[in-house]
C-alpha cells in the first residue's frame, strides 16, 4: 500500500538544509589537535624557509638549471622564492591553528606530491624551470607525505574516540544518545542485608 504526501498546487516544500557542522566550535583552543596541525606546519613552514633563504644567499639566477645545490638539493632564484611563500604560508597556518591549519597541511601535502610527480616527468626536458633534480623530487614527496600526516592527524581514522570533536560532528545521532544516556541516572541497586 503507497502513500503519498499531497501538496496544495503551486506550493512545494524545500528540502530541509542541513546546518553547515563547524568544527572549530567543538575545539578548545589549547586542544592536542590543534597543536599537531600548528606543529607540522611549523616545522614544514622552517624547513622551507630555511632553504630558500640559504638558496637566495647563494645568489643564483632566477631560471638557472645549472645545478647549483643548497643543503643536497639543487636550486635557483625561482625555488627558493617559491619555497619562501609556501613556508610563510605555512606559518600563517601555524598561527591560525585548528582546521584551517589541518586543512592547510593537507592541501599543500598534496600540492607537494603532485609537484613531485610533475617535476619527474620534467626531469630531462628543457621546461624543468625550477632546476629540480631526483633529489629535489624524492624531498617533495617526502614533505607532502608528513604534511597531509600532519593534517590528518586525528581527522581521518577508523578508530577515532567518541570525544574527538570530528568523529562528533560525523555521528550528531550517537553522539545525542551518548549524552541522554550520561544524564539518565542509574538505578540505584539494592545492597544485599546481610545476616
Not at 647563494?58 to 609556501?86: E, M, P, Q, Y
Not at 598561527?95 to 603532485?114: E, K, R
Request: overall charge positive; proline content about 5%.
Amino acid at each position: 500500500m503507497a502513500t503519498h504526501v499531497l501538496h496544495p498546487v503551486g506550493r512545494r516544500r524545500k528540502p530541509a538544509r542541513r546546518k553547515a557542522t563547524r568544527l572549530d566550535e567543538h575545539l578548545p583552543v589549547d586542544h592536542r589537535l590543534s597543536q599537531v596541525y600548528r606543529v607540522g606546519a611549523g616545522l614544514m613552514g622552517l624547513l622551507l624557509v630555511v632553504f630558500g633563504i640559504l638558496g637566495l644567499i647563494d645568489r643564483i639566477g632566477f631560471f638557472d638549471t645549472g645545478g647549483d645545490t643548497v643543503a643536497g638539493l639543487s636550486t635557483n632564484g625561482a625555488l627558493s622564492i617559491l619555497s619562501i611563500c609556501v613556508g610563510l604560508l605555512l606559518f600563517v597556518g601555524m598561527v591560525i591553528g585548528g582546521n584551517f591549519a589541518s586543512t592547510l597541511n593537507m592541501v599543500l601535502g598534496i600540492a607537494f606530491i603532485l609537484s613531485g610527480f610533475v617535476n619527474l616527468a620534467l626531469l630531462d626536458t628543457g621546461m624543468n624551470f625550477l632546476a629540480f633534480h631526483m633529489q629535489n623530487v624524492l624531498f617533495s614527496f617526502v614533505v607532502g607525505l608528513l604534511l597531509m600526516m600532519f593534517g590528518m592527524y586525528g581527522r581521518v581514522s577508523g578508530g577515532l574516540p567518541h570525544d574527538n570533536p570530528y568523529w562528533r560532528a560525523r555521528h550528531p545521532e550517537q553522539v545525542s544518545r551518548e549524552e541522554r544516556r550520561a544524564l539518565t541516572p542509574m538505578p540505584e541497586v539494592a545492597k544485599p542485608k546481610r545476616l
